[in-house]
């Protein structure tokens, strides 16, 4: 019987996407080459927006990205920068009403600077306003006070001039290439960590004759401390924020010292903008991670808090701060909220988070705590507030970001169009509908899915299944848009595209998400089983014989998990997955994480017993199912050990297996090139084993003679390991 699902379109999207003539499917060139709108920012008076939007040139092998800016009034989209492979302009940002600052690179620029627009002026050339020594990033202006802030990596001595100088000393002075260390952390995500730490800083501006400039010099808010921020790797000017009368930071930064590499603190601090003080945690008692301070126009800072130590995915909790006391707002709210702003008369607080996969807009009363949903569908991002609307950018699985709003008072939603650019690629692409169903799953949940039917759907026929499994493992398939993993390029090439967010998912209470500690084989597993058997059960256009599973991080590791406890897979995409729990933890930059996930650290006898429980590495016999194995050389947080072993044990028992593997790239696909070449290697494999011969059973492995010895092994290692402890029996779940 065929299933009947919901499906979403949101205004202005549908309508830019008309078809006319002969529709085209998107293709991993048109996903790479599609131009990319960032976050928007906009004008004091609410009256205008800008955003950088980048694109890919193959032939030059290079990306331009240039700034536009939105009439809010009359939806009119101007280019204010050329596109151009010598210049990039990115992180906009008004100054006033008629002048934005952006930051320029460029070819004969040593280091990027902070450049200048009046954008009310049609035949305004941009001027340049700073002279840095060195790159900085993370910009935040504040008009009142005409205070700049941002961020930049400095030595000890805490200036940017320093930096530079000790740059150049140490390139010109060291011969050997020897990296030395005497504590964690050595690396983090895909660098090799160094003396330089970031700093915030703050300038002046003032205006004579109309134009910008810097009065003074840069102000080292952290300088001659061990406080780093914003935080590494992914720290950005959420990270800290400038108090209303320009008198206070307020950042976060985590602790400091080898203990940042096992847990998670990171407190909220306070500084004065005169430099003259140290500052000060108001959150110091709470050993988890603290975020996005925000002030409030009448002064009070808002922020997010964790609670659990050791777990990056713990429910976000907003705390308001006085000065003097902290209070919980909706405290029994169970959706982790990762955005702030506050309402101009500061009684209301609106966040986006994460629900049942859409990231929403929700307005929060300061006075009662009544939580209201002022989006439904997609994902928003970029949140400002001003003359009665909400201005954002909204995202989804048929679109890259678009500038939208909501009018606070109506509700009404109004999108502006994009750029002639992107109009024009967009337009005449065949890009399905994507549907949204819901089954039982582990623990009697009702567990969420995604399916998108292939481009050029003829109900009549069967489909191959491209079934994705998301990283994290605490995260999900949203609606939202991506160039690395975007489950229309699959629908495009012909496959029924199925995306599940199991136990361990994001966006379906704290509960839900926790529910995969100490059970990364278990309940998620099940899920998807269960979810692969719903889908072939209750849609008729699914070939079951043509089942593909494709994953990375966390995905990666349940495809391992897959090859040895399951036979319903035709093939296999493994990308930077995990092969041994154990291996993964000595060689992993954030040990904290497996620390929560398994429940203790591998050289502890009885911890040591989660590890192994859940290890694809000890299942490696079962392995049958041909597999794509795919790593980067710069991945610290699975590294590329874990693919090269993955791709050892398939090798070594003859399984069908290739390895494409990037020196230049981290845990992600990021360069355009590299992009392309992972896509056309996913595909080609994918293709390659469809409606193959291969024998393969179709039951569970769980349930093969195969399977059954090798978990009798794994029992008996466990038993084994339990007599000669005195503690608690871990019981094996099934």
Not at 438 to 456: E, M, R, Y
Not at 533 to 552: H, K, P, Q, R, T
Not at 609 to 634: C, D, F, Q
Request: proline share 5%; glycine share 8%.
């Amino acid at each position: 019987m065929k299933k009947t699902l919901k499906s979403f379109c949101f205004a202005g999207i549908c309508a830019l996407m008309a078809i006319t003539g002969e529709a085209r499917t998107l293709s991993p060139h048109e996903l790479i080459t599609l131009p990319r709108p960032g976050g928007v920012a906009t004008a004091p008076s609410g009256k205008r927006a800008v955003f950088a939007q980048s694109q890919y040139n193959t032939t030059a092998d290079k990306s331009t990205k240039n700034l536009h800016v939105v009439d809010l009034e009359n939806s009119k989209i101007d280019t204010v920068t050329a596109a151009s492979l010598d210049y990039q302009q990115d992180d906009a940002f008004f100054l006033d009403d008629d002048h934005i600052a952006f930051y320029q690179t460029g070819t004969d620029l040593d280091v990027g600077q902070l450049y200048v627009l009046n954008i009310r002026k049609s035949d305004a050339k941009p001027y340049q306003l700073t002279k840095f020594p060195v790159d900085v990033s993370n910009f935040k202006f504040y008009a009142e006070s005409k205070l700049l802030a941002f961020s930049a990596a400095v030595y000890q001595d805490g200036t940017l001039e320093g930096a530079r100088a000790e740059d150049e000393k140490i390139q010109k002075e060291k011969k050997d290439s020897a990296l030395v260390y005497d504590s964690l952390m050595v690396r983090h995500w895909d660098h090799f960590t160094s003396a330089k730490k970031n700093n915030i800083f703050i300038i002046k501006l003032d205006v004579h004759d109309g134009k910008y400039q810097v009065n003074g010099s840069p102000k080292n808010l952290l300088k001659g401390g061990d406080l780093e921020s914003p935080v590494l790797p992914f720290g950005d000017a959420a990270n800290f924020d400038i108090s209303p009368d320009g008198t206070q930071l307020a950042f976060v930064s985590k602790i400091p010292g080898p203990e940042g590499a096992w847990e998670t603190s990171q407190h909220v601090y306070l500084v004065s903008t005169e430099g003259d003080s140290e500052p000060v945690a108001i959150n110091h008692d709470i050993p988890a991670a603290a975020n996005n301070p925000v002030f409030a126009p009448d002064g009070t800072l808002a922020y997010f808090q964790m609670l659990e130590p050791k777990y990056e995915a713990d429910r976000n909790r907003i705390v308001l701060y006085n000065g003097e006391t902290r209070t919980y707002l909706a405290e029994n709210w169970d959706r982790s909220p990762s955005s702030l702003v506050f309402s101009k008369d500061s009684k209301t607080i609106y966040v986006t988070a994460e629900e049942h996969g859409h990231t929403k807009i929700f307005s929060i009363e300061r006075e009662t705590g009544n939580v209201k949903t002022l989006t439904e569908k997609h994902t928003a991002s970029s949140l400002s507030v001003l003359n009665g609307k909400l201005v954002f950018s909204l995202a989804s699985m048929n679109h890259p970001n678009i500038v939208s709003s909501i009018d606070l008072e109506s509700g009404e939603l109004k999108t502006y169009g994009v750029t002639n650019e992107l109009a024009v690629l967009m337009k005449g692409l065949d890009m399905p509908t994507p549907e949204e169903f819901w089954f039982n799953g582990s623990l009697n949940a009702t567990v969420h899915g995604w399916i998108i039917k292939p481009a050029d759907f003829d109900s009549s026929k069967k489909y191959p299944v491209a079934f994705l499994i998301h990283g994290g493992p605490q995260g999900s398939w949203g609606s939202s848009w991506s160039t690395r993993w975007n489950p229309q390029i699959y629908a495009a090439a012909g496959y029924v595209t199925v995306a599940i967010n199991p136990h361990g998912s994001t966006g379906y209470g704290q509960g839900f998400c926790d529910a995969i500690r100490n059970n990364w084989g278990s309940y998620p597993y099940f899920d998807l089983d269960k979810g692969l058997s719903y889908v072939i059960e209750n849609f008729d256009f699914v070939d079951a014989d043509n089942v593909f599973g494709l994953g990375a991080s966390y995905g990666g590791y349940m495809i391992n998990w897959i090859n040895g406890h399951s036979k319903r897979f035709k093939a296999l995409v493994n990308h930077d997955g995990m092969f041994s729990t154990i291996n993964s933890f000595y060689t992993t930059d954030e040990l904290y994480f497996p620390e929560r996930e398994f429940g203790g650290v591998p050289f502890s006898p009885f911890h040591r017993l989660a590890y192994e429980r859940w290890s694809p590495s000890n299942y490696v016999a079962n392995w049958k199912t041909p597999t794509l194995v795919i790593h980067g050389a710069r991945d610290y947080r699975l590294v590329d050990g874990e693919g090269l072993a993955t791709f050892t044990a398939l090798q070594r028992q003859g399984v069908p297996s290739k390895l494409v593997y990037f020196p230049d790239e981290n845990h992600w696909v990021l360069k355009p090139a590299n992009s392309l070449k992972w896509h056309k290697e996913v595909l080609d494999w994918l293709a390659r084993w469809k409606n193959s011969p291969a024998p393969l059973a179709k039951e569970n492995d769980l349930n093969t003679k195969d399977s059954a010895s090798v978990r009798i092994d794994i029992e008996q290692l466990v038993k084994g390991i339990h007599s000669n402890l005195n503690g608690p029996r871990l019981e094996l779940q099934e």
